[in-house]
């Protein structure tokens, strides 16, 4: 499908040489996204979109992007690493912006490519979930002293349990499809765990959790891995860099990897929380960051874990009875799917909690 304005975006940017060439790239969900080909011997480039019907404000967004690769550039730039390589370099426009407005209003961004590099969609060892959580943590470590106050909330509450668990109970109240009585057992399930939603926010009100930058989607994809070395070079997909608590990404981070089914397996037998994932994410992300976290922070990341579960799961559900109108859908039902998939996890977890404790307490 041809995107308007893509030439009159490529032009507008301060690339090397003109583009010669625009390749789509199929794999992001949210915005367009396009591989710039300026020539052989010239750097490449990323051109994207901005879906501003999810990113309504997205002087906002690139405002949180481009502070927080600053201040990691520089990070890497004393220790003697490759600032172009290690984090994302926002490309400006001709005019000095960092984004640029096409016709249509339209918002347009660009970074720089990282060549030699691969990702993956989910982790299929120990070690390379191991080298994921090495990547979250230095990226968490290198923006410890930022500012998080300062940062915008591009998407607000996006991991508050307490609203989400609020925005559940409208979904369930009104059940506009008709579906609620399918999803009797999971609703009671759910709900039942609302008491506990209010663990990470409350941390945060009375100073036991710190207020601190977060990446808020800690998927094994959005890290870039040297495609020699194997390791972790660079955290991408900063939309929805905000402030928040570490826990939320060391949560996120482990019901998708640390889970031993794809989060829309339809046969929950095959749905648990591997310990032994969970275990080498806890040395990685924790080893890279503990000089930057509390007690109460290490101690509270299995909760940090039940809780990204609980809310993804209840928002699956939720926009199931909704008639799945927020995520992209593959079939009917495939938030029924999902939700009934995340909620197998939270059982299983509920029953490996104190492992998951003594797990966490070996790096007090």
């Known amino acids: ?40 011997g010239k750097p490449g480039y990323i051109l994207q979109k901005i879906n501003t019907e999810i990113f309504s404000e997205p002087h906002k967004l690139m405002s949180n992007i481009k502070g ?15 600032p172009l390589r290690e984090v994302r370099t926002v490309i400006s426009t001709k005019d000095g912006a960092d984004y640029f407005v096409d016709p249509d209003g339209c918002y347009w961004r660009s ?6 590099v691969t990702s993956y969609d989910y982790p299929d060892s120990p070690e390379l979930f191991y080298k994921s959580a090495v990547a979250f943590g230095r990226f968490a470590r290198q923006l410890a002293d ?13 991991h508050n349990s307490v609203s989400r668990m609020e925005q559940f109970r409208a979904a369930v109240e009104s059940d506009k499809m008709g579906r609620a009585a399918e999803m009797k057992e999971e609703i009671e399930f759910a709900l039942s765990k ?22 808020n989607d800690t998927k094994i994809n959005n890290v870039l891995m040297d495609k020699h070395t194997g390791e972790g070079v660079c955290i991408i997909d900063l939309d929805i860099v905000m402030p928040g608590s570490v826990l939320y990404d060391f949560g996120d981070a482990i019901r998708f990897g640390a889970s031993t089914a794809l989060e829309d397996e339809t046969d929950l037998s095959k749905v648990s929380l591997d310990l032994e994932m969970f275990d080498v994410f806890v040395n990685g992300f924790v080893g890279e960051l503990y000089d930057s976290m509390t007690k109460d922070e290490i101690m509270g990341l299995p ?5 990204m579960t609980l809310e993804t799961g209840i928002r699956f559900l939720g926009d199931y009875l909704n008639g799945d109108v927020y995520y992209h859908t593959a079939y009917p039902g495939h938030n029924r799917d999902r939700a009934r998939n995340q909620l197998a996890l939270l059982r299983d977890m509920d029953g490996k909690m104190e492992e998951m404790q003594a797990i966490v307490a070996k790096y007090l």
Not at 146 to 158: D, K, N, R, S, V
């Open 146 to 158: 930022y500012p998080a106050e300062t940062l915008y909330e591009t998407i607000p509450g996006f």
């Open 68 to 82: 927080v690769c600053t201040h990691i550039a520089k990070k890497v730039e004393e220790l003697g690493g490759d």
């Open 1 to 40: 499908m041809e995107v308007k304005y893509l030439d009159m975006a490529g032009a507008a940017f301060d690339f090397a040489a003109p583009p010669v060439n625009f390749n789509r790239c199929d794999q992001g969900l949210i915005s367009d996204t396009f591989f710039v080909d300026c020539g052989e």
């Open 303 to 307: 909760m940090g874990a039940y809780l």
């Open 111 to 116: 970074f720089l490519a990282i060549s030699d």
């Open 194 to 215: 609302a008491p506990l939603c209010s663990y990470i926010v409350d941390g945060l009100r009375d100073g036991r959790f710190r207020t601190c930058v977060t990446h």
